[in-house]
């Protein structure tokens, strides 16, 4: 198991190293330079100049990959070139914002598709494929729907028609109901998406389950279905359900950078499409390193659980 | 010509089932999914022919008309007509998912075979970039891409491409393994085939069936991703309609002219189905342990 670790560890350490280096890279190939890319049309040489200087432009190369690596070290990110705040701060403040989205998202998820999954594979099992057919398709459906269009339907429906939930005011943390309020619509338009795999995912691997010989025995020992379904084959059927939940949380990041923007919620998905289109490229930088980061440790921690979790699987 | 055909599917041990009523037509998935795809790229040909206003024509007495006859879709904020524009959209979509899956298992049965083949140092080279690559989740890498090459129809293509080619890479790569170490290699080996001789004749023929339904799975998302894209702006550019772009426009007047955002969606919604009932269909033919 340690050697397992260490070894997928140091895999980890060089696809990060592999994507600061990417990103390092790619954002110097933009034709001109970060600077004048950045600065369009607005400024003239000698401001051009100062910018490329306190960007460190001028430096060789090989000296600003160094200092680059360096300050992503110190956890040193620099500061927005437009407005001059620490990109660390912004971070900070919109980090919470998007990691509760992408929570609630996960928790509302699991505790509708995994009963719903359940009942499914269970009357695939006894035959009675109605609903099992109804969910099937109902979830390749919702599966394909975009997500800026079901935010958008959603928002139409329950905000502005129905007028259940606030369609704008002021994100804050400070004041949890309103937060919650106004960060509903959002979780639910993610989890939406995520309801229809996890189900299906749990479906699959609940009919497997309720086949084997074990469930059969629990069955002749006189349990209640409930029982049966709940305790053995779930329990049983819990592994590669918790893998997927490990491995959708890819999806779930990009989902959280549309429903932040139409929602217009101050989470990193916003300040991402705000640094872009203010071709604040130091902001830009940090963030798509961070999302990376955040992606490959998530991956590397469900392998890891999974592993741990799974007698069967040998090292 | 029909022998040619039959004589190349006999050499790349494709068997693939005629497009007959024996064949591809007889699964029920190919045929829901051609009956949606069918009329939608047949309006989108002859959309120049339909009594529609042209794509970019404005009428400011007509803004924001609900559906009629005479604008099944309704116009937009400066008259536009959404049916025309929604064409014109699904014509760059089809464009985007055709393009991206082009390249993706062109680039992937390359990089794929050359890793899995090989081995080595080349696998090891590709096999870590391809890590490197999936690092990202899937939009946000095409974000930051389209963020550094800049929008427009080409660079969303590259972007997209980007995300996927490793993906496939990665499948090409599984798929030569396994069937590397399968008994009719070794039966290659031992009457002395060259490796040229196996990778072409055994190996790549082999490969292309699933290769074609991930292809297939991939155009779906490439379209969806692209009119995320559009529609977070970082995509294809008014005036130029793209479904994602429309949808855009549409947001500010979701109360006013609901039409304008969720027709061109339903529209997306439909392609992406389609394509995805299509490669499940077409797998359920070509691959004969799949359950039906």
Request: charged share 15%.
């Amino acid at each position: 198991m340690l050697d397992y670790s260490l070894k997928k560890f140091a895999q980890l350490f060089v696809t990060v190293f592999g994507v600061v280096t990417l990103v390092f890279f790619t954002l110097r190939m933009i034709p001109g330079d970060a600077a004048s890319a950045m600065a369009g049309e607005t400024m003239s040489g000698e401001a051009l100049g100062a910018l490329r200087e306190q960007m460190g432009l001028n430096e060789p190369l090989g000296r600003q990959y160094f200092d680059y690596l360096q300050s992503l070290i110190t956890l040193d990110f620099g500061h927005t070139i437009t407005t001059r705040i620490p990109v660390a701060e912004l971070m900070a403040k919109a980090l919470p914002v998007t990691l509760s989205i992408a929570l609630l998202t996960i928790l509302l998820t699991v505790l509708i598709s995994i009963p719903l999954g359940t009942v499914a594979a269970y009357m695939a099992h006894k035959g009675r494929t109605r609903l099992d057919n109804l969910l099937t398709s109902f979830a390749m459906i919702v599966d394909l729907m975009p997500s800026f269009w079901t935010a958008l339907v959603f928002l139409l429906l329950f905000s502005l028609t129905l007028g259940w939930f606030p369609a704008s005011g002021s994100v804050s943390l400070d004041d949890p109901a309103a937060f919650l309020l106004r960060i509903a619509l959002p979780v639910v338009v993610l989890s939406v998406t995520q309801i229809a795999t996890m189900a299906r995912i749990t479906r699959t691997a609940v009919l497997e389950i309720l086949s084997e010989d074990y469930v059969r025995t629990a069955r002749a020992m006189g349990w209640s279905e409930f029982r049966v379904l709940f305790r053995h084959a779930l329990k049983n059927a819990a592994l590669p359900i918790v893998t997927v939940i490990g491995l959708s949380f890819g999806n779930l990041l990009n989902g959280t950078v549309i429903v932040e923007f139409i929602f217009t919620i101050p989470g990193i998905g916003n300040l991402l499409i705000t640094g872009i289109n203010s071709r604040d490229y130091q902001l830009v930088q940090t963030l798509i390193v961070f999302y990376a980061l955040l992606f490959v440790t998530i991956n590397f921690a469900t392998d890891l659980v999974y592993r741990a979790l799974d007698p069967r699987v040998s090292f | 010509m029909a022998d040619e055909t039959t004589e190349l599917r006999t050499r790349l041990h494709l068997s693939l089932p005629a497009f007959s009523r024996e064949g591809m037509l007889a699964n029920a998935k190919v045929r829901v999914a051609l009956c949606i795809l069918l009329p939608i790229l047949v309006l989108t040909a002859f959309a120049p022919l339909l009594p529609l206003q042209a794509p970019l024509e404005t009428n400011l007495r007509a803004m924001m008309q609900p559906p009629s006859v005479e604008h099944p879709f309704g116009t937009d904020r400066m008259g536009r007509d959404v049916l025309a524009r929604t064409l014109e959209g699904v014509k760059v979509s089809l464009l985007v998912g055709f393009s991206v899956a082009a390249i993706a298992l062109v680039a992937g049965m390359f990089l794929g075979t050359l890793a899995g083949f090989f081995g080595g140092i080349a696998d090891r080279v590709i096999m870590t970039v391809v890590d490197i690559f999936l690092a990202f989740p899937s939009l946000l890498l095409a974000i930051g891409l389209v963020a550094i090459v800049g929008t427009g129809l080409v660079p969303v293509i590259a972007a997209i491409a980007m995300a996927d080619v490793p993906r496939f890479i990665r499948l090409q790569r599984s798929q030569v393994l396994s069937l590397r170490a399968r008994p009719f290699i070794d039966a290659a080996r031992t009457v002395r085939a060259s490796q040229g001789w196996m990778m072409t004749r055994h190996i790549i023929p082999n490969t292309v069936a699933p290769m074609l339904v991930a292809a297939s799975i991939a155009s779906a998302n490439a379209i969806l991703v692209e009119a995320s894209l559009s529609f977070l702006g970082l995509g294809i550019m008014p005036p130029e309609p793209s479904l994602g772009n429309i949808i855009r426009d549409g947001q500010t007047y979701l109360q006013q002219a609901w039409w304008i955002s969720t027709l061109p969606g339903v529209v997306i919604l439909m392609i992406a189905f389609s394509l995805h009932f299509l490669s499940d269909g077409v797998r359920e033919e070509l691959d004969p342990r799949a359950s039906k």
